[in-house]
């Protein structure tokens, strides 16, 4: 009797979540080089690396940034926890979470503290470019200092950024929000405006216009235009003290040639700011221009539940800073191998890995080929391999060389062609030899 097989189903073929993208190499690449360039930079600057959750509590948000903002309104990613039925939230930025974790730990107990952080955050919101769901910053803030020299620090840190990586075309904003007395004063004056031209506001603005008119100044719909262009100016309502607090960020600036202008409407998106506010722009991305925002946030560290103190911070885009340098041109080289082993045979497989691995500590960038199972393939096709790795050089483990304690070294790139024989007990001596030519 013949037994019956069953054939099954093909399985669907899954996808990522749309704007929440993978990032594969050679890309990768990139993000590599654009991390590294930041910690190097940091550590020059004094600033100390943070990891953070994903997953905060809600409330964190809706009480750090504000409930009328798009991002608590619109944008958040919220959801009950089965277990508990905490209110839980995937972060939508840093800055809160970073302020939550300090409070919590009482890290500015002995002191203030420079810190910065790099992850992923997720804000509900149509892909496009430059935008998405899942999307990555880097913040810098500055936690338990209450001058204006932290904040000219801060921007000229995310100024010299620009010039390690070779970033053209990026113009700097300033404004100040003065202090809260100073806000709700400008606050009366801009809602009797907004009220005077109640017939030219859109629904978003009308709905605002008593909750937080100050984010009416920052529309992203051009037929309102006119009416917030003639609305009143926060710095007009600025007191001595906020002046004098913004004029010295202005001289730092100034005295270390970091060209800026001043904008008046510039209010950034969250409710915590206070003071200094400023945004890094370009305009080579579209309506996304700007790849790097912040300012001083004085009171939502005891907002969250903390000791008053004052802070200041930053945070970039790293999707827009990539895209911006790939506008440019400037596309970093996926890393190669220094060598790519070439292994004639199964029988040379532990002399190859062990000559692979004495290379490796030694600090070459080693890479092995892999057979399919059923042997280690023809030379042909290893150096075919060999060659599109981008290796400088194959190491070739023959049975007659290895029989003599030696592997032949084969250049692939400069001088291609030229072999010569390397003893296999000398490898920390032509180890340097492989990473130089």
């Not at 000229?156 to 809260?180: I, K």
Request: aromatic share 6%; net charge negative.
């Amino acid at each position: 009797m013949t037994e019956q097989t069953t054939k099954q189903p093909k399985a669907t073929k899954l996808v990522g979540v749309k704007g929440m993208n993978d990032i594969l190499p050679p890309d990768s690449a990139q993000w590599e080089w654009l991390e590294a360039q930041v910690r190097g930079l940091m550590a020059r600057y004094a600033y100390r690396n943070v990891r953070l959750p994903i997953v905060e509590p809600t409330a964190l948000f809706v009480r750090g940034l504000g409930e009328v903002t798009d991002i608590v309104e619109k944008e958040m990613y919220s959801f009950e926890d089965r277990l508990n039925g905490e209110q839980l939230t995937l972060r939508p930025e840093g800055t809160a979470g970073l302020v939550r974790a300090v409070v919590e730990h009482n890290a500015l107990y002995e002191g203030g503290k420079r810190l910065y952080y790099m992850g992923p955050m997720f804000r509900h919101e149509r892909p496009q470019r430059g935008r998405y769901r899942q999307f990555h910053q880097i913040g810098a803030e500055v936690l338990g200092f209450g001058g204006p020299e932290v904040d000219a620090e801060l921007i000229l840190l995310a100024h010299d950024l620009w010039q390690v990586l070779g970033l053209q075309a990026v113009r700097l904003e300033l404004n100040s929000l003065g202090q809260p007395d100073e806000r709700k004063a400008h606050r009366s004056a801009l809602i009797a405006h907004f009220e005077q031209h109640a017939d030219l506001l859109d629904e978003d603005a009308k709905r605002r216009l008593h909750s937080n008119p100050l984010r009416i100044l920052d529309t992203k719909n051009p037929a309102m235009g006119p009416v917030v262009a003639s609305a009143p100016q926060l710095l007009d309502f600025l007191g001595e003290a906020s002046m004098a607090h913004f004029n010295a960020v202005k001289a730092i600036l100034d005295a270390n040639g970091v060209a800026y202008s001043i904008n008046p409407r510039l209010v950034r998106g969250m409710d915590y700011y206070n003071l200094t506010v400023f945004e890094f722009i370009t305009d080579a991305l579209g309506s996304q221009g700007t790849i790097c925002g912040g300012g001083r946030y004085d009171y939502l560290i005891e907002q969250v539940g903390g000791k008053p103190a004052p802070a200041v911070g930053w945070a970039l885009g790293v999707e827009r800073v990539l895209e911006l340098l790939k506008e440019q041109g400037d596309v970093q080289a996926a890393p190669v191998p220094d060598v790519y082993a070439v292994i004639p045979d199964v029988a040379a497989l532990p002399v190859a890995i062990k000559t692979l691995q004495a290379l490796r500590a030694a600090g070459v960038s080693a890479q092995m080929h892999a057979g399919s199972g059923e042997g280690m393939g023809s030379m042909k096709s290893q150096f075919k391999k060999a060659d599109g790795s981008g290796a400088l050089h194959a190491l070739v483990f023959g049975a007659e060389e290895l029989a003599q304690g030696q592997v032949t070294v084969k250049a692939l790139r400069d001088g291609a062609g030229a072999q010569r024989l390397q003893p296999l007990d000398a490898v920390a001596t032509w180890a340097h030899s492989l990473q130089s030519l």
